[in-house]
């Protein structure tokens, strides 16, 4: 019985760790998405592109990056974010998130 727990105990540890990467990765791309919206909605609102980007990167939770790209009659709003990964992964993992919007009159 010990042989065998010996021999499964790194396989379920494995098993943990992408388990636990792949659930901070999704939630954090569920964060830029939102943070996306609703930066495409102010921007579209005709809010500033300082303004856009600060509630943007208050959606996603701070540390954030925000490009805002006007194009009459649309804008886009890019949220792009880092989560750590694992060992196994071989560094952060880079995730972004687009929205568009026309921008109201």
Avoid at 54 to 83: D, K, L
Avoid at 91 to 104: D, F, H, K, R, Y
Wanted: with cysteine; aromatic share 4%; glycine share 12%.
């Amino acid at each position: 019985m010990t042989a065998e727990l010996a021999l499964a105990l790194p396989a379920v540890i494995l098993v943990l760790a992408v388990l636990l990467v792949t659930g901070a990765a999704t939630s954090a791309q569920l964060r830029c998405a939102d943070g996306a919206r609703a930066g495409a909605r102010a921007a579209a609102l005709g809010m500033t592109d300082g303004e856009v980007a600060e509630i943007a990167r208050q959606v996603t939770g701070g540390a954030a990056e925000v490009e805002v790209a006007r194009a009459h009659p649309w804008v886009e709003v890019r949220v792009s974010s880092a989560v750590a990964g694992g060992w196994f992964t071989g560094g952060p993992l880079g995730l972004s998130a687009t929205a568009t919007a026309w921008v109201e009159p």
